[in-house]
């Protein structure tokens, strides 16, 4: 991870200020992080001492289950926060937040801004709006899994982990987020590198007609 400094600091900032999102103001407190693919943002189990906004990149959410299983929770992209459960909720249990492609945040301190951004009301509009439209996506998302055939799906939820064309998601992790089996996910899988959608490479898949991917992942949307 790279904390951002001096002039660096200051051209993102010009570029990507959100000082109207607070009443206070918030970039005196704020730090600028870079995180490379792979890198954890918060480790499960973890609490964090940011409230993180994402600026560009993505990543994934994950939950370790009582039976030791994990699974795939959420994807988080561009203007999307990190740690607002924890700043609403100090005992909230925090997932796995994995970047899939670097990702530069905004970091919001909890020490020096938990009161401000409590008590700021724009602050709690714009995470109400935040909120309904997370809770929205994560009830659309279940019945999707039903309306839905795997290849739609499965060209959305490659496009989404795709990093630079490359797609390297474990099989069994893919399985559990799509509610498939392992044999109807490989039976996709061979079909879109028979189609040219994507061609597999040793350990992974690379991306070889997005524009297909696109159209297939586009019902969704």
Known sequence: MDIYTGDKKEQFLKMHSISDHFSFQVERYMEIHEYQRNEWIIREGTKPDYLFYV?????????????????????????????????????????????????????????????????DVIFLRELTSFLSIKATFMATKSSQSQAYPLENRLAHFILELSDQGIYQEKHVTVCDYLGVSYRHLLYVLNQFCEKGYVEKEKRYYRTRNEEALRHLAGVLK
């Open 55 to 119: 600026v560009e990149g993505k990543a994934k959410i994950y939950m370790t289950h009582q039976n030791g299983k994990v699974s795939l929770i959420n994807f988080i992209k561009p203007c999307d926060y990190i740690g607002e459960m924890e700043l609403i909720h100090e005992s909230y249990y925090s997932k796995g937040i994995q970047v899939v492609a670097k990702t530069i945040c905004f970091a919001i301190p909890f020490r020096e801004c938990r009161t401000k951004l409590l008590e």
